[in-house]
């Protein structure tokens, strides 16, 4: 299995509170991405992440924001949470940017809004 | 429209059957082509990579493409209970970020 650990796995929230997400990886790999999953949407890119400080946005990034200060760490920030923001988060890496070298992903984190 | 469809099923087969799951595809700027199974509660899995069109194989799953007309197929032969899970068909443009396009999934139980 790729090294990527994703924390917390589950957390309950309230509306208006800001929330931070960790992917963790020990792959040394340049790329890494966050998705989320919603029934009927599927997997959906909200922001990636080319290199240390280098990221930009995805399909879903409006609410989202992402920082990398180390290669192993990429964080995702819901800064005033919302209701809709209720979803399984996943994180992904790959090796590098080209479409041969594929995406793994970690095991999520279950994120609900109250 | 959806990019990329697929059908949610779900899908319930015997234990022994082959299995067909199917997404087809609007853009024909997809280069590559991909398989993933997800597990209850757990993150995808990568099950099959694919580049061109035509047939490839693995153990029991084949990967079909068929770019001419948008579509491809993932064929689990001889399936067994332990196959039970989402299968996740995912594409890609190439190029410089590799973001990949998912399907919704189709769900697949195989009963004993």
């Known amino acids: 299995d790729a090294g990527i650990t994703q924390s917390p796995r589950h957390k309950v929230t309230e509306t208006g509170t800001p929330v931070t997400l960790r992917c963790h990886q020990t792959e040394n790999h340049r790329y890494m991405y966050w998705y989320r999953q919603d029934p009927g949407h599927g997997l959906r890119l909200i922001h990636y992440s080319y290199g240390v400080k280098d990221t930009d946005k995805g399909e879903v990034s409006d609410g989202y924001s992402v920082s990398r200060s180390k290669t192993e760490d990429f964080l995702l920030t819901l800064e005033s949470a919302t209701s809709s923001q209720t979803s399984v988060y996943f994180c992904?890496?790959?090796?590098?940017?080209?479409?041969?070298?594929?995406?793994?992903f970690g095991d999520g984190t279950r994120l609900s809004i109250l | 429209q959806k990019e990329v469809e697929q059908d949610p099923g779900p899908l319930s087969v015997p234990e022994g059957a082959i299995v067909s799951l199917n997404c087809t595809y609007s853009?024909?700027?997809?280069?590559?082509f991909m398989w993933y199974r997800q597990y209850s509660r757990k993150g995808p899995e990568l099950l099959m990579y694919t580049y061109s069109s035509g047939n490839k194989e693995d153990g029991r799953f084949t990967a079909q493409v068929d770019k001419s007309s948008k579509y491809i197929s993932l064929f689990i032969r001889d399936s067994q209970p332990s196959d039970s899970a989402t299968y996740l068909c995912?594409?890609?443009?190439?190029?410089?970020?590799?973001?990949?396009?998912f399907g919704t999934g189709t769900l697949l139980a195989v009963q004993p």
């Open positions: 995912a594409m890609s443009y190439g190029g410089a970020t590799n973001k990949l396009i």
């Open positions: 992904a890496i790959s090796e590098s940017k080209g479409a041969n070298q594929p995406q793994h």
């Open positions: 853009n024909s700027a997809f280069q590559y």
